[in-house]
């Protein structure tokens, strides 16, 4: 007789005619009591959950969560509020600010050997040119349009906007948007 | 970026749809410049980022390279704010200063008091 079985029986011997939620609801009280294996049970479950939130808040999608947010929505102060206020104790939780800059600097690294850039210094200030074709084509494979454009032609937007980078600073970016629908 | 929906008329088919493009993984940026926001940086440097957006959206498209494939021209259109349109048009901007001052109609300064309402004026100048 496995574990799983030898539960079940003697819950159910302890409860007959119980619906299975009540007995497992029975069951996790008792493991949250503490009571259970002399609390063993009770860490167990602590670690099982710390470890599904250190999953949850990998330092990948804390990176992620930032670069699709709108601009200030999600930011390192954020990163830093997570471990202050609501990983108040201490636990480990939520993973740091640095451990989410090396993420960074890993998927930039990835991310220039993938596409490519080249820096041009202009009378104008440093200007960074991606390599258009190679990130066009990651666009529209991200998009599921890689095989579309093949056969069909697919609408693209190009848009340049220039703004403040801080005081007295600006830069223009140009890009392009996927808007096939 | 909003995740809001957006409001769209097809060009062709006049059709009117609502749909989800403002998503910012559709976006990928190809010129960051750390440079002031003038003309001359529009004529000089962002010159090849609209040559080559002509060139794949009038007849080439992308040619086949490093095993991948080639794809159609695109249809591809130029999103820009007013400040933009006037430094890549050369048209624009106060209409007793700037020889062509609508991006949109052959209105000039010097005929300035010649166009009237709905009389050879485009309605947005």
């Known amino acids: 007789m496995n574990a799983t079985t030898s539960l079940e029986t003697s819950l159910s011997g302890c409860f007959p005619n119980k619906h299975a939620s009540t ?51 999600f930011k390192t102060s954020a990163i ?25 600097a890993k998927l930039d690294k990835y991310a220039f050997q993938l596409i490519g850039y080249k820096r041009r210094k202009t009378i104008y200030g440093e200007v960074y040119f991606l390599n258009f074709e190679k990130a066009l084509r990651y666009l529209l494979k991200a998009c599921h349009l890689d095989h579309l454009a093949t056969t069909e032609k697919v609408k693209i937007s190009l848009s340049i906007d220039g703004a403040d980078l801080f005081k007295d600073r600006t830069h223009v970016s140009a890009g392009i948007k996927i808007t096939d629908t | ?78 999103t820009t704010d007013q400040k933009a349109s006037w430094h890549l048009s050369n048209r624009g901007g106060g209409c007793k200063n700037k020889y062509f001052f609508c991006t949109f109609c052959p209105c000039t300064k010097n005929s300035l008091i010649d166009y009237k309402v709905l009389d050879n004026r485009c309605i947005r100048c």
């Open chain 1, 80 to 104: 830093k509020a997570l471990r202050e206020v609501i990983d108040h104790e201490g636990i480990g939780l939520f993973p740091s600010a640095s451990s989410v800059d090396r993420a960074r």
């Open chain 2, 1 to 78: 970026m909003t995740k809001q929906p957006l409001f769209l008329i097809d060009a062709d088919t006049n059709e009117e749809k609502i749909v989800k493009i403002q998503s910012s993984e559709m976006c990928c940026i190809l010129i960051i410049a750390d440079a002031r926001d003038k003309k001359e940086l529009y004529d000089e440097v962002f010159k090849e980022f609209y040559e080559w957006g002509q060139r794949i959206g009038t007849y080439y498209g992308l040619p086949a390279s490093n095993g991948n494939p080639a794809l159609h021209p695109f249809v591809v259109i130029h």
């Open chain 1, 23 to 73: 007995k497992a609801k029975v069951l996790m009280d008792e493991i949250t009591s503490g009571r259970l294996f002399n609390g063993e049970a009770l860490n167990l479950t602590k670690i099982f959950a710390q470890s599904y939130v250190r999953d949850l808040f990998k330092p990948w999608r804390m990176l992620k969560a930032g670069d699709v947010s709108s601009v200030g929505a």
